[in-house]
T-cell receptor, first 116, second 114 residues
Framework: DTGVSQDPRHKITKRGQNVTFRCDPI?????LYWYRQTLGQGPEFLTY????????KSRLLSDRFSAERPKGSFSTLEIQRTEQGDSAMYLC??????????????FGSGTQLSVL | AQSVTQLDSQVPVFEEAPVELRCNYS??????LFWYVQYPNQGLQLLLK??????LVKGINGFEAEFNKSQTSFHLRKPSVHISDTAEYFC????????????FGQGTRLTINP
């Protein structure tokens, strides 16, 4: 169990540029979640996948955001035309759906995005 | 919709003293309750969770929490803290049905002084 890994750890970009983050979940975990955490706040749910299917998207996820999990393994989160308000820590979590209520999320260390 | 309020943004305590981190939640449907800890430069780690049954839940690192349905609270306690407990603590809820889309509180920064 190597844990959930996220790449890069830090990303600095200029307003208007596109950025892409990657998340590698724990092997064989079928659910993958994306959360966003701004300074001084708790994480907020963005979207989740079950295998390769994106089953839900939060209203926080504007049209500039897109997430994929093409083969049900790693996932990417892309932000187009970044804005300063996108500056945040983007967290990925994965889980193995063992049964109702028994789902345990394992979080990565996150990607810190700074938009200048 | 669900919401979580952590009543203290910062809690300073001395080493070996007891601590309580307070959490209140609001939900029109039944929820599961969680406490997560975030150490500097690390991912969130589950401390404990309440699904059903006994209202006193024991977790890792000597932490425990008590679910109080009438007061809609889920306070986290530890009888004697250690320097290594310095971290950010998050209370969270998720609805029982479906995926574990957590709704987090704002966090409480626990600082342990020697």
């Amino acid at each position: 169990d190597t844990g959930v890994s996220q790449d890069p750890r830090h990303k600095i970009t200029k307003r208007g540029q596109n950025v892409t983050f990657r998340c590698d979940p724990i092997s064989e975990h079928n659910r993958l979640y994306w959360y966003r955490q701004t300074l001084g706040q708790g994480p907020e749910f963005l979207t989740y996948f079950q295998n390769e299917a994106q089953l839900e998207k939060s209203r926080l996820l504007s049209d500039r955001f897109s997430a994929e999990r093409p083969k049900g393994s790693f996932s990417t989160l892309e932000i187009q035309r970044t804005e300063q308000g996108d500056s945040a820590m983007y967290l990925c979590a994965s889980s193995s759906l063992a049964g109702r209520g028994d789902e345990k999320l394992f979080f990565g260390s996150g990607t810190q995005l700074s938009v200048l | 919709a669900q919401s979580v309020t952590q009543l203290d943004s910062q809690v300073p305590v001395f080493e070996e003293a007891p601590v309580e981190l307070r959490c209140n939640y609001s939900s029109s449907v039944s929820v599961y309750l969680f406490w997560y800890v975030q150490y500097p430069n690390q991912g969130l780690q589950l401390l404990l969770k309440y699904l059903s049954g006994s209202t006193l839940v024991k977790g890792i690192n000597g932490f425990e929490a008590e679910f109080n349905k009438s007061q809609t609270s889920f306070h986290l306690r530890k009888p004697s803290v250690h320097i290594s407990d310095t971290a950010e603590y998050f209370c969270a809820v998720s609805v029982i049905q479906g995926a574990q889309k957590l709704v987090f509180g704002q966090g409480t920064r626990l600082t342990i002084n020697p």
